[in-house]
């Protein structure tokens, strides 16, 4: 049996956690029901993004509706798996990778989704109240304005005050950084918002 360093037995399942939370988050889900479903490949439709928003400009809301739940539940996953296999500190490393996973996934040459559905994803799996509070506000967001960015970027700004507020600072250092980490994705949505040529939910490219 390999007998390793305390300090790094002690590591290792926080690394292979790690590991198999972002292998996890970096299942394409809206590239595979796309392709499943015989449409041409997502990436050059629309924003070019692989999640739940760019599926809806096939104008397949089926196809949409089955990416938000298949990339948010695999956030959820992954802070639950990580959860009861190592505890709470396990569970935030885990939902962390899943969202980088999807954000960046190896098979994608690192080139994925924005990550909003996995983000909650994983807020639903650490701190249920605080993710559906996340949620509530990306509706309510999105329905005022119809804009899924401003909505995307409201929500997960509002994330970590939310679980801060219910008792989950860890979780909300987490969710800070996921949304820094979404201003970053969002950087070309944020340009067009602010040139007003941002799309709105429904509209779909020719």
Not at 86 to 100: E, K, Q, R, S, T
Request: glycine residues 14%; hydrophobic residues 50%; charged residues 10%.
């Amino acid at each position: 049996m390999l007998d390793l360093p305390p300090s790094l037995s002690a590591q290792l399942p926080f690394y292979i956690g790690a590991a198999l939370a972002y292998l996890l988050g970096s299942v394409p889900f809206g590239l595979v029901v796309t392709k499943a479903a015989g449409l041409d490949d997502i990436r050059k439709m629309g924003s070019g993004s692989i999640g739940a928003t760019n599926v809806l400009r096939t104008g397949r809301k089926g196809l949409a509706a089955a990416t938000l739940l298949l990339d948010g539940g695999k956030g959820t996953a992954a802070a639950l798996l990580g959860f009861y296999f190592g505890g709470p500190d396990m569970a935030v490393i885990a939902a962390g990778f899943a969202v980088l996973g999807h954000v960046f996934p190896a098979w994608l040459k690192f080139k994925g989704g924005k990550g909003v559905a996995t983000a909650l994803g994983i807020l639903l799996g650490l701190s249920p109240p605080a993710g559906l509070a996340a949620c509530v506000t990306w509706l309510a967001v999105a329905a005022l304005t119809r804009y899924s960015s401003v909505a995307s970027l409201a929500a997960l700004a509002a994330s970590p005050f939310y679980a801060w507020y219910l008792g989950a600072p860890q979780q909300g250092q987490l969710m800070a950084l996921v949304f820094v980490l979404s201003l970053w994705t969002h950087r070309t949505n944020i340009r067009r918002l602010l040139k007003g040529e941002e799309s709105k939910i429904g509209w779909k490219k020719s």
